[in-house]
């Protein structure tokens, strides 16, 4: 009779320790695909800066150079910025507030003349992309980088 009632409560305290098991195991499960999503992200966000980069210092480098250094960081500068919107317009998108780039004419170093540096910067808390979650005994999770940087150098002759 006694042994009757065990059978009848076994499958509820089954139950009960599934729930348990997944109480336990769920967070962190949660952490290890949304961290990878999240990094998943920040490596094409990543070499898509890079690219920009690589293109904004090609459209530079095709701009006629002039004696006046600030005038050709100008123009450069210019002719950069329309193939960082042509990038982005192609692609059906508007060039995202949270991207700058910055210029400069790194000095002749005496045998193969000037060389034009870009460096784009593309912000990751200014919009937040990413929300993160804090957990026990974990931190916050993932831990993102507040900027990304890519740097492309071209050699002017």
């Known amino acids: 009779m ?7 409560r076994l499958p509820r305290r089954i139950a ?6 997944f109480a336990l195991i769920f967070p962190i499960v949660f952490a290890i695909v949304y961290g990878g999503i999240v990094y998943g992200y920040i490596y094409f966000l990543q070499q898509r800066i ?9 459209a530079a480098i095709a701009v006629a150079p002039s004696d006046n250094a600030g005038a ?8 950069a910025n329309l193939a960082i919107s042509n ?16 210029f400069s004419l790194l ?7 000037d060389t034009l540096m870009a460096t784009l910067t593309y912000s990751l808390t200014a919009p937040v992309l990413f929300p993160t979650v804090s957990m026990p005994f974990v931190g916050t999770i993932p831990p993102v ?3 990304l940087t890519a740097t492309a150098v071209g050699r002017l002759s």
């Open 2 to 8: 006694a042994s009757d009632r065990l059978v009848r």
């Open 16 to 21: 009960g320790a599934s729930a348990v098991e």
């Open 50 to 58: 890079n690219f920009l980069a690589q293109e904004a210092v090609r």
């Open 72 to 79: 050709y960081l100008a123009a450069a500068q210019v002719q």
């Open 87 to 102: 990038n982005f317009t192609q692609a059906g998108s508007a060039v995202p507030a949270a991207l700058s780039v910055t």
């Open 107 to 113: 000095p002749d170093d005496g045998a193969n003349g």
């Open 145 to 147: 980088p507040p900027v």
